[in-house]
């Protein structure tokens, strides 16, 4: 099974081309960096201090000016805190999360799957099964159960989210080992004598890395919704920290008064986040691979 | 085939098992569980007791031989809230919880197939364009702020629907009430709508997108392409050909839809105050009553396997090929 592995000169200009040419890509880029900005540079752009309270300013209209001339773009929340800060803030947990959370389930699914497809025999059983047996719990139950017992917090919603997402990496790379585990250049890399971790990280590691990107543009998108739900059930990071879910949260008290501004913003934005990751993700399946199309 | 049910119903068995060990586990990984069951202000002694009365004092593998033995006999200890065995709370918010979940499955399916199969037949005009649109928005709303939106737009602002609420038909049912529960049945239709749609959406938008590119592919066949050449019809070749084989992909995450579909369902009952597991574990969370918040993860794992295992043993008389290789799932 051979695929095209790493974009060449060549290939990265395909890319782009590519991309110019749906537009939907572009947009997404621009929108991720946007959001990047926002969550690298939340202190520095966003108007107030998105927790100071101003109770003489409680749900503002969007566009309203406070007694001091400021203005509140996004209106205000029922504490009279700026709604756009909040949103500018709410970037950092969202994206922090969703990256963190790939980077330990992607690390530990892709050792897992390099140990499953080279060792075979009992380590892949043992491996696999393990897998399966998580599979087959829906993952928001079982972020919800560890989550209750070790407290929120935004190290323990990484662990879980992380710890959820490791199967689906697992898979794949252990289909893609057990494939090269047989090809010349892996025989090659073993005549010379090169050492088994050697073989593994340094030989076979890099030819599978590829494919991986897209599966973790999908998933970036779907652990910033589970991130979403968890902080809109109460369960995601300390209230002090303002998160796109607990925005929403928060906003349910307010909504038959038509505050409509709390309710729309936060999804708006949570929306376009993961439309963006679902969108690139498309984009880098079809330049790299599109028979990943089956497997994701 | 029957060396296959075989296999598969030991399967869940050994994953039912995983599910009993994770829930075990969940309870001792934030140290000494003991402190879930006392109050703060607990004294030592307190404390102490409660840990001799729990059973904790004990070593790990008693305690869990101990809680399946309870599991078994459907004994998941008291709720802390309630002062009810959570069990039996439990199993009382099910059925308003699997009306919804079946409702928006339905939504899901039968929404999906019409859209799966139009956007294929008509692969890269503006019907392709819009639907392939919608169902990349789909994937990427979030439930629960659908069913805000929709609260704020269709019941606040339009009024047409219950922002909240539920009229319960499989209780009645249940019971042996079937003139009650058909009089209700046009209510609990009514009640479910808002929230239906809120946890069938993301489902509804993968779904078309499988038909799509699954009939897509079948369409490319060489035996779609005899039947064509046959001088077949092109509705004929799409229903009794390509739609046969389009099915199995279809089938095959139907069963692994339904976990995701009750993911949704617990955020999306505490959106619309709809009264079944989700909004259950919500309170449950709120107030740490550990016991209700096990009992009700179980009970949806144990649906969710279930049904994952009825779903294999369907595909099993849907696919020949099944039957010939014995192949696992």
């Known amino acids: ?296 | 085939m029957g060396s296959y049910v075989l296999r598969r119903l030991l399967q869940s068995v050994v994953v039912i098992v995983g599910v009993t060990l994770v829930t075990f586990l969940a309870l001792q990984a934030g140290g000494d569980p003991t402190y879930l069951f006392v109050s703060e202000r607990a004294s030592l002694e307190e404390i102490e007791a409660a840990r001799r009365a729990l059973g904790f004092d004990r070593p790990l593998h008693e305690q869990y031989l101990s809680y399946v033995g309870d599991l078994t006999r459907g004994d998941f200890g008291q709720s802390l809230s309630y002062r009810q065995p959570a069990m039996e709370i439990v199993l009382e918010a099910l059925p308003a919880t699997i009306e919804l979940a079946i409702f928006s499955m339905f939504i899901a399916i039968v929404v999906a197939i019409p859209l799966g199969i139009l956007s294929a037949i008509n692969r890269g005009t503006a019907w392709d364009g819009s639907i392939t649109t919608f169902a990349m928005f789909g994937q990427s709303i979030p439930n629960f702020w659908m069913g805000i939106m929709m609260i704020l737009f269709f019941g606040l602002y339009l009024r047409w629907f219950p922002i909240s609420g539920h009229v319960p038909f499989l209780t009645p049912l249940l019971a042996g009430d079937v003139g009650v529960a058909f009089a209700n049945l046009p209510r609990t239709l009514y009640h479910l709508i808002l929230p239906g749609i809120a946890v069938g959406t993301y489902s509804l938008a993968r779904n078309t997108r499988l038909i799509r590119s699954s009939l897509l592919e079948v369409l490319e066949q060489d035996y779609v392409r005899t039947a064509r050449s046959k001088g077949l019809s092109e509705r004929r070749v799409l229903i009794h050909h390509a739609m046969r084989n389009a099915w199995l992909p279809v089938v095959t995450i139907i069963g692994l839809e339904f976990g995701f579909l009750l993911g949704g369902v617990v955020v999306v009952e505490t959106v619309f105050s709809y009264p079944g597991i989700g909004r259950l574990l919500f309170a449950a969370i709120n107030q740490r009553d550990i016991p209700l918040v096990q009992a009700g993860v179980t009970l949806l794992a144990g649906v969710f396997i279930l049904l994952n295992l009825l779903v294999d043993l369907v595909y099993v008389r849907l696919d020949p090929r099944m039957k010939l290789s014995e192949g696992r799932a």
């Open chain 1, 1 to 296: 099974m051979s695929r095209a592995a790493v974009p060449t000169e060549h290939g990265a200009r395909r890319a782009l081309r590519i991309m110019v040419a749906s537009k939907w890509p572009l947009l997404a880029v621009a929108f991720l960096f946007f959001a990047s900005v926002a969550a690298a540079f939340g202190p520095v752009l966003s108007p107030f201090d998105p927790n100071r309270q101003n109770l003489v300013l409680r749900l503002a209209d969007p566009m309203a000016v406070g007694p001091d001339g400021s203005l509140f773009w996004l209106g205000s929340d029922a504490l009279g805190r700026d709604v756009l800060s909040r949103l500018l803030y709410g970037a950092r947990v969202s994206l922090l999360v969703g990256f963190a959370a790939i980077a330990v389930g992607g690390g530990i699914g892709i050792v897992a799957g390099l140990l499953s497809g080279y060792f075979g025999g009992w380590v892949d059983d043992l491996i696999m099964r393990v897998g399966d047996i998580q599979l087959a719990f829906p993952f928001i139950l079982l972020a919800i159960l560890f989550l209750v017992v070790l407290g929120s917090g935004v190290g323990n919603l990484i662990l879980v989210l992380g710890v959820g997402q490791w199967v689906t990496y697992a898979r794949i790379v252990r289909a893609d080992t057990l494939s090269l585990r047989e090809k010349e250049f892996v025989e090659a890399a073993r005549a010379l004598g090169d050492s088994t971790v050697s073989i593994i990280f340094r030989t076979i590691l890099p030819n599978i890395l590829a494919p991986l990107t897209v599966i973790a543009s999908f998933n970036v998108a779907s652990v910033i919704l589970s991130e979403a739900a968890l902080s809109f059930l109460g369960l995601g990071v300390p209230p002090s920290v303002p998160t796109w879910g607990s925005m929403l949260a928060e906003s349910r008290d307010t909504l038959v008064a038509n505050k409509w501004w709390l309710a729309v913003f936060p999804g708006v934005a949570i929306m376009l986040t993961v439309l963006s990751f679902n969108i690139l993700g498309d984009w880098l399946r079809d330049f790299l691979d599109p028979r990943l199309r089956e497997r994701t």
